[in-house]
């Protein structure tokens, strides 16, 4: 019998020990003490999208030509307006014009462009309490709104 089996480890001494305990702190605060197990999803692959067969390959196209716009430039302005409040706009250089609700400003000033052979600085918009769309163009710097307006018989 040797001299080393009857006798028991020794006790860590308390040094070790608290650096031990303090290792294992660190570790679940940087890791967390709750556990992190990931959960199973249920899930029915019925769900999932997936395509229906093939691609539909038609020997000819459902329609044959693509629909006429139905906005065009003289659709789109109904009127200019002569009130006023229009009248003193042309002294900002504006013009006021009712045009069609669908019409954005965009187009608004395209058609303004083609009508009345103008330069468009910008379009502000608004619905009138009656439905109709109203905008202000402030015409290019280098265009006179009062001569426009004679042009177009405004004034």
Same mark, same amino acid.
């Given at each position: 019998?040797?001299? =080393?089996?009857g006798?028991k ?7 070790? =020990?608290?650096?031990?305990k *303090? %290792? +294992?702190a !660190? ?5 967390g003490v709750?556990?992190? +197990? ?7 692959h019925?769900? /999932?999208?997936?395509?229906c067969?093939?691609? &539909?390959q038609? !020997? ?5 030509a693509? &629909? ?10 109904k %009127?200019?307006l002569?009130? =006023?409040?229009a009248? !003193?706009?042309?002294? $900002?250089?504006k013009h ?6 669908? @019409? ?10 083609? %009508?009345? $052979? #103008? $330069? ?7 619905? &009138?309490? /009656?439905?109709? !769309?109203?905008a202000?163009?402030? %015409? @290019?710097? /280098?265009? /006179? *709104?009062? =001569? ?5 018989? #405004?004034?």
């Amino acid at each position: 019998v040797s001299p =080393e089996a009857g006798k028991k480890e020794a006790p860590a001494p308390p040094k070790a =020990e608290a650096k031990a305990k *303090a %290792l +294992k702190a !660190k570790k679940a605060v940087l890791k967390g003490v709750h556990s992190h +197990k990931k959960r199973s999803l249920r899930h029915l692959h019925s769900d /999932d999208p997936r395509p229906c067969g093939l691609q &539909r390959q038609p !020997k000819y196209p459902q329609k044959s030509a693509p &629909r006429r716009s139905k906005l065009n430039h003289y659709a789109i302005i109904k %009127l200019s307006l002569t009130t =006023e409040s229009a009248i !003193k706009k042309i002294e $900002d250089n504006k013009h006021t014009y009712v045009h069609c609700v669908k @019409a954005n400003k965009h187009q608004i000033k395209q058609a303004v462009k083609k %009508l009345y $052979d #103008i $330069d468009v600085a910008k379009v502000n918009t608004l619905i &009138r309490p /009656d439905g109709e !769309k109203k905008a202000y163009v402030r %015409l @290019a710097p /280098d265009y /006179d *709104a009062l =001569e426009v307006a004679n042009t177009i018989g #405004i004034i």
